[in-house]
């Protein structure tokens, strides 16, 4: 029988609150000796650096996108919006891309290593998240859909004991769009319709399935002075992202 429903979890910023981990592991990365063939020079000297990185948080897409964040800071280049974010990514090169992508993963790795319960308390899962995620965890119609790297997730889901399977912890590349994912879902016959929430807004923007309901919540990595004015992005609170779980009933 084919569900009626499926959900679609982002991780960082719905699930859990990483953005000290990502901190912790942006500056650890232009830190480690692997740098050296990084063309850059990061004092980490900068003031008011953690406040700076939490507002330009909202522009993350990628995990090489936290150094070129990091990048922004120590320059003091001017960045408004998400436009502004992506020319300044847009403008490096693939090598240094692929480059920073290693370096940030290689020290989220060893910091894992060398600091277990120190790495964990720095990905805390969001409070009112916890508890349903334990309970509709084992149902086959939710799936987490993160560019987190899977096996990150799998830890901190042991650790908090969230109990899922693998196979609905899906790492959504860069060759195809959080949209195209559910999209290919639903046509796959795995549900009839799905809903998706992330706090990313470009993963929600332009969804013309109307199978398919987009939600940005508002405890996450957001900028709630300038929320999307798009009709069909639903803005949600912690009580209805409870209202939206229960749907798995």
Same mark, same amino acid.
């Given at each position: 029988?084919?569900?009626?429903?499926?959900?679609?979890?982002? @991780?960082?910023? #719905?699930?859990?609150?990483?953005?000290?981990?990502?901190?912790?592991?942006?500056?650890?990365?232009?830190?480690?000796?692997?740098?050296?063939?990084?063309?850059?020079?990061?004092?980490?000297?900068?003031?008011?650096?953690?406040?700076? =990185?939490?507002?330009?948080?909202? =522009?993350?897409? %990628?995990?090489?996108?936290?150094?070129?964040?990091? /990048?922004?800071? /120590?320059?003091?280049?001017?960045?408004? &919006?998400?436009?502004?974010?992506?020319?300044?990514?847009?403008?490096?090169?693939?090598?240094?891309?692929?480059?920073?992508?290693?370096? =940030?993963?290689?020290?989220?790795?060893?910091?894992?290593?060398?600091?277990?319960?120190?790495?964990?308390?720095? %990905?805390?899962?969001?409070?009112?998240?916890?508890?349903?995620?334990?309970?509709?965890?084992?149902?086959?119609?939710?799936?987490?859909?993160?560019?987190?790297?899977?096996? @990150?997730? #799998?830890?901190?889901?042991?650790?908090?004991?969230?109990?899922?399977?693998?196979?609905?912890?899906?790492?959504?590349?860069?060759?195809?769009?959080?949209?195209?994912?559910?999209?290919?879902?639903?046509?796959?016959?795995?549900? /009839?319709?799905?809903?998706? #929430?992330?706090?990313?807004?470009?993963?929600?923007?332009?969804?013309?399935?109307?199978?398919?309901? #987009?939600?940005?919540?508002?405890?996450?990595?957001?900028?709630?002075? &300038?929320?999307?004015?798009?009709?069909?992005?639903?803005?949600?609170?912690?009580?209805?992202?409870?209202?939206? @779980?229960?749907?798995?009933?």
């Amino acid at each position: 029988m084919i569900p009626k429903l499926i959900l679609f979890l982002d @991780f960082d910023g #719905v699930i859990c609150d990483s953005v000290s981990e990502c901190f912790d592991s942006s500056i650890a990365a232009f830190r480690m000796k692997e740098s050296n063939s990084v063309n850059i020079s990061f004092t980490g000297n900068t003031p008011g650096l953690h406040e700076r =990185f939490l507002k330009l948080r909202p =522009f993350i897409r %990628n995990s090489e996108d936290y150094l070129f964040l990091l /990048e922004i800071i /120590e320059y003091n280049i001017e960045i408004k &919006n998400q436009a502004d974010f992506d020319r300044f990514v847009a403008g490096k090169t693939t090598d240094t891309k692929k480059e920073y992508k290693k370096l =940030f993963y290689d020290a989220r790795s060893s910091n894992l290593a060398r600091d277990s319960e120190r790495w964990y308390g720095l %990905n805390p899962i969001y409070q009112h998240i916890i508890e349903p995620l334990r309970v509709y965890a084992s149902n086959p119609s939710l799936y987490i859909l993160s560019t987190k790297r899977s096996d @990150f997730i #799998v830890h901190i889901f042991g650790k908090n004991d969230v109990r899922m399977e693998h196979d609905r912890i899906l790492f959504a590349g860069e060759k195809e769009k959080k949209l195209e994912i559910v999209r290919r879902f639903l046509d796959k016959g795995i549900g /009839e319709k799905a809903i998706f #929430v992330d706090d990313q807004v470009d993963h929600l923007i332009a969804n013309s399935d109307s199978r398919i309901t #987009v939600c940005l919540p508002l405890w996450g990595y957001i900028d709630k002075n &300038n929320l999307p004015s798009d009709d069909l992005i639903q803005i949600i609170d912690e009580d209805r992202m409870m209202e939206i @779980f229960r749907l798995l009933d």
